[in-house]
């Protein structure tokens, strides 16, 4: 979780330099190839929530449905694959797919002009990044809110399982 903070957070800092020069955006000093490396680095910060929501799901099976080491092992496996892999495929497929543009602030999922991209039906004047707001909504925002409501129900239920787990044994407490 801490590589994809740092990856995200250096893509981030570096702000509108790697946003291609002539733009118009201040301090714009880049080209096409280091926007695509700003846009895959922020892209792959999206790993962050993901493995939040990883971590939310070992805490409800270690706390709340007390999984021993080796049951544990089993699903570390997937707590890892499915954050490295959606990142890394959603990073690699929107430099694929070209649409890794000025986004404002920094390069990222975006259309190239702006305006064309904006548009469900499909104008198809798009240099590169037709239908960046699909991608943006399938590649970060559906992860992102899928994590934050997954991590939620988890959350909740840890509560409720260690509550329920707490009154069970308040019997055997003596006075």
Partial sequence: MSSFDILGSSALFSSTWPIPAGSGKLYASGTTATCNVQGFGAQIHVGTPLYNCSLSFYYLLVVGFAFSDAQIKRAEV???????????????????????????????????????????????????????????????????????????????????????????????HFK
């Fill in 78 to 172: 997937l707590m890892h694959v499915v954050p490295l892999g959606c990142a890394l495929t959603t990073a690699i497929v929107s430099v694929a797919l070209r649409l890794y543009n000025d986004a404002t602030l920094w390069c990222w999922i975006s259309s190239l002009p702006e305006s064309c991209g904006n548009d469900p039906r499909g104008t198809g004047d798009c240099i590169r990044g037709d239908h960046a707001w699909i991608y943006r909504w399938a590649f970060y925002y559906g992860p992102v809110w899928f994590s934050v409501i997954t991590v939620t129900c988890n959350m909740v239920a840890v509560t409720y399982l260690v509550w329920a787990k707490e009154k069970a044994s308040k019997r055997f």
